[in-house]
């Protein structure tokens, strides 16, 4: 877990991960195209969410804007932080190119640059894991909510994509390498008591799902964003990369031929408080 823990909060790691938005869209896009479920995560996080006319709207790891274009349109003035200069400004391009009244800022969720009790709703969407003092974060968050607010923290489950993972193991293995845990298992839908340690009546919601992929393109494009750096030790270079996603490929490949599609499970959900 501290080799998760420090690739999850390496700055150099995020800089390769969030300098743009390439990896972060092509996880969505597959999330999207492959999952089983048809109805969509992004609606059923806003439903907790449950954005109002007039609300003012915090979007802490706002990332390039994703929820954006849904939450103006249900009519909330929204500002945006995001420890990236990459991710603001492209949350910045994504509000001028869709005409959406956004207002992003870089800053850290250990230290929001905003004044208390400012919001009536605070979104943190897929973004606890990268921070080092995941308390000291939650305090932020609710110094900036207002009382009668709401704050959504979205995440995954902790143990997603098993089949993946399995896979990944056996590969890694074969060129000498460990496995590491995904970087998102330092804050999971596990972490209920470390929210209620700062949101006492912090209620969890999970949503199960899975990917059902029927190609091993799909698969390898999604698996070369981020699992394939799962590795101990990482070697100089990456120089593991082409031969590891070869031997996932053959593996994902052998799966698909026997079974028709690899369907792995998946699942992530939100901790919803109000205070």
């Known amino acids: 877990m501290a080799q998760t823990g420090a690739r999850a909060t390496d700055p150099a790691y995020l800089r390769y991960q969030y300098a743009d938005s390439e990896k972060l869209r092509i996880r969505a896009e597959t999330h999207r195209l492959y999952s089983e479920r048809q109805d969509d995560f992004a609606a059923w996080v806003l439903g907790h969410v449950a954005p109002?006319?007039?609300?003012?709207?915090?979007?802490?790891?706002?990332?390039?804007?994703?929820?954006?274009?849904?939450?103006?349109?249900?009519?909330?003035?929204?500002?945006g932080v995001d420890a990236s200069l990459g991710m603001v400004r492209e949350a910045r391009r994504h509000a001028l190119d869709g005409g959406l009244v956004v207002s992003v800022a870089q800053g850290?969720?250990?230290?929001?640059?905003?004044?208390?009790?400012?919001?009536?709703?605070?979104?943190?969407?897929?973004?606890?894991?990268?921070?080092?003092?995941?308390?000291?974060?939650?305090?932020?968050?609710?110094?900036?909510?207002?009382?009668?607010?709401?704050?959504v923290l979205v995440t995954n489950i902790a143990q997603p994509s098993p089949r993946m993972l399995e896979i990944h193991t056996s590969a890694a293995r074969q060129l000498?390498?460990?496995?590491?845990?995904?970087?998102?298992?330092?804050?999971?839908?596990?972490?209920?008591?470390?929210?209620?340690?700062?949101?006492?009546?912090?209620?969890?919601?999970?949503?199960?799902?899975?990917?059902?992929?029927?190609?091993?393109?799909?698969?390898?494009?999604?698996?070369?964003?981020?699992?394939?750096?799962?590795?101990?030790?990482?070697?100089a270079g990456d120089s593991h990369r082409p031969t590891l996603m070869r031997l996932v490929e053959q593996a994902v490949e052998?799966?698909?031929?026997?079974?028709?599609a690899l369907r792995d499970p998946k699942g992530g959900g939100c901790f919803v408080a109000d205070l």
């Not at 009536?120 to 607010?149: C, I, K, N």
């Not at 990917?211 to 964003?225: E, G, K, L, N």
């Open 52 to 79: 109002a006319s007039g609300q003012a709207l915090l979007d802490v790891g706002c990332g390039h804007g994703a929820y954006h274009a849904a939450l103006c349109a249900s009519g909330v003035r929204i500002v």
């Open 108 to 151: 850290s969720a250990e230290a929001i640059p905003l004044r208390d009790g400012a919001f009536d709703r605070v979104l943190a969407a897929h973004m606890l894991y990268h921070v080092p003092d995941q308390a000291r974060a939650l305090r932020e968050l609710r110094r900036v909510l207002r009382p009668g607010g709401r704050v």
């Open 176 to 235: 000498g390498l460990g496995a590491t845990d995904r970087i998102d298992a330092r804050f999971s839908m596990d972490e209920l008591p470390l929210v209620r340690s700062v949101f006492p009546d912090a209620q969890r919601h999970v949503r199960e799902d899975a990917f059902i992929f029927p190609t091993s393109d799909a698969v390898m494009r999604y698996y070369a964003t981020g699992f394939a750096d799962a590795v101990t030790p990482r070697p």
């Open 254 to 260: 052998a799966i698909i031929d026997r079974e028709g």
